[in-house]
């Protein structure tokens, strides 16, 4: 079974930097995407950025957080990374942490084509 372990939020004043982990386990697969998305309270949960694992590499961002998140990997490890700078207090809620199993090169920024969910970590950025 799949399992995916978020770890790396918490509190940041805005400007600041944090860095997320998820690290990924059960896999028998290795054609994967994995994905970053968001929710903060009271709105729905938003694309942040997404990964191709073999088929290609390629990363994708949310044009919100461009020039100032960046997603990578281990393969190693079957993790990855979402390095935060320059954060806003916009920036503020739970991260979450997903994965699919991918068939195409083109990115995964749907939501709806994830099958594995990480328990999400909470970021909060102050002012």
């Known amino acids: 079974q799949v399992q995916l372990v978020e770890s790396g939020g918490g509190l940041v004043q805005a400007g600041g930097s944090l860095r997320l982990s998820c690290a990924a386990s059960?896999?028998?697969?290795?054609?994967?995407?994995m994905g970053w998305f968001r929710q903060a309270p009271g709105k729905e949960r938003e694309f942040v950025t997404t990964?191709?694992?073999?088929?290609?590499?390629?990363?994708y961002y949310a044009d919100s957080v461009k020039g100032r998140f960046n997603i990578s990997r281990d393969n190693a490890k079957n993790t990855v990374y979402l390095q935060m700078s320059s954060l806003k207090p916009e920036d503020t809620a739970v991260y979450y942490c997903a994965l699919t199993r991918a068939y195409r090169s083109s990115p995964y920024y749907n939501r709806n084509e994830y099958t594995y969910w990480g328990q999400g970590t909470q970021v909060t950025v102050s002012s």
């Open positions: 059960g896999l028998t697969f290795s054609n994967i995407a």
């Open positions: 990964i191709q694992w073999l088929i290609s590499g390629s990363t």
